[in-house]
T-cell receptor, first 113, second 116 residues
Framework: ELKVEQNPLFLSMQEGKNYTIYCNYSTTSDRLYWYRQDPGKSLESLFVLLSNGAVKQEGRLMASLDTKARLSTLHITAAVHDLSATYFCAVRYSGGSNYKLTFGKGTLLTVNP | DADVTQTPRNRITKTGKRIMLECSQTKGHDRMYWYRQDPGLGLRLIYYSFDVKDINKGEISDGYSVSRQAQAKFSLSLESAIPNQTALYFC???????????????FGPGTRLTVL
């Protein structure tokens, strides 16, 4: 059974600071996703990482993947209030011919002025 | 217009009632999914369908059933609702034939269901 662990689950940071969210998973996977969810809203796709060493960047967010360590990171640079949201990683797992996502529990990020 | 729509957006019902949640998509995707979200538990997969004739159970399918009426429509039913099915329900779609083969899932706006 694939397990996906995110940490921290809660993160309160000041504007302008840097921080990293970690996503560990337990079995081999062929791709990893990061999503953002604003309060009361749906999930928005941020990044998909397909291979070892993959790095994607969008604005103040940068995601990377180390498949050997089964670890992905979401790095926040110079945080701003608009980044406050819950961030989920999700790992795609192949159970035979069926592919499905397993989500982490999410990291609630609050950026304070 | 939204690519993935869910109806109703909010529903309050009583224990024992039958409830159907509907999902429609205009993205032309072949794969559709139903998840529930509970505080502190993230999203958990209930059922998924890779085409009209393919339905698969997810990790928490007990107490739920689904119907894939067409490629664009995927409904979730609670045959006899119970209070611990109170949750936020999301439908999602993905395209297995996407050019870059990312299979990214796109989520609907969610249905907030309360079972009293």
């Amino acid at each position: 059974e694939l397990k996906v662990e995110q940490n921290p689950l809660f993160l309160s940071m000041q504007e302008g600071k840097n921080y990293t969210i970690y996503c560990n998973y337990s079995t081999t996977s062929d791709r990893l996703y990061w999503y953002r969810q604003d309060p009361g809203k749906s999930l928005e796709s941020l990044f998909v990482l397909l291979s070892n060493g993959a790095v994607k960047q969008e604005g103040r967010l940068m995601a990377s993947l180390d498949t050997k360590a089964r670890l992905s990171t979401l790095h926040i640079t110079a945080a701003v209030h608009d980044l406050s949201a819950t961030y989920f990683c999700a790992v795609r797992y192949s159970g035979g011919s069926n592919y499905k996502l397993t989500f982490g529990k999410g990291t609630l990020l609050t950026v304070n002025p | 217009d939204a690519d993935v729509t869910q109806t109703p957006r909010n529903r309050i019902t009583k224990t024992g009632k039958r409830i159907m949640l509907e999902c429609s998509q205009t993205k032309g995707h072949d794969r559709m999914y139903w998840y529930r979200q509970d505080p502190g538990l993230g999203l958990r997969l209930i059922y998924y369908s890779f085409d009209v004739k393919d339905i698969n159970k997810g990790e928490i399918s007990d107490g739920y059933s689904v119907s894939r009426q067409a490629q664009a429509k995927f409904s979730l039913s609670l045959e006899s609702a119970i209070p611990n099915q109170t949750a936020l329900y999301f439908c999602a779609t993905s395209d297995s034939l996407a050019g870059v083969m990312t299979d990214t899932q796109y989520f609907g706006p969610g249905t907030r269901l309360t079972v009293l």
